[in-house]
């Protein structure tokens, strides 16, 4: 069964950093595109950042290009997202996913399998 566990949400003030993690289990994931997504409390879930199955390419929304990072360990068949300078804004449930293909894409129909979520709480 394939699983994907998200870790590292928490609550930070504005101008904190945060490290998520996303530990994908079941089934190797080196082949495929990654991607982190985040829904905000009543707003629809949108797109944040995601990375090639080689980790060579990079994509991110413009809200966070210059504050976070993807990348990826394909032995640890793991995900991460750096996020530095977070503005209250940031303040939502973070999912990560993987992909139908290799590459990174924008958008949810894109992605084959979620996590659960792990919420990030940014203060003022």
């Known amino acids: 069964q394939v699983q994907l566990v998200e870790s590292g949400g928490g609550l930070v003030q504005a101008g904190g950093s945060l490290r998520l993690s996303c530990a994908a289990s079941?089934?190797?994931?080196?082949?495929?595109?990654m991607g982190w997504f985040r829904q905000a409390a009543g707003k629809e879930r949108e797109f944040v950042t995601a990375?090639?199955?080689?980790?060579?390419?990079?994509y991110y929304a413009a809200s966070v290009n210059d504050r976070f990072t993807i990348s990826r360990d394909n032995a640890k068949n793991t995900v991460y997202l750096q996020m530095n300078s977070l503005k209250v804004e940031d303040t939502a449930v973070y999912y990560c996913?993987?992909?139908?293909w290799g590459f990174g894409a924008s958008t949810p129909t894109s992605y084959e399998y979620w996590g659960q979520g792990i919420q990030v709480t940014v203060s003022s």
């Open positions: 990375i090639s199955w080689t980790g060579s390419k990079t």
């Open positions: 079941g089934r190797a994931f080196s082949d495929y595109g």
């Open positions: 996913a993987v992909g139908r």
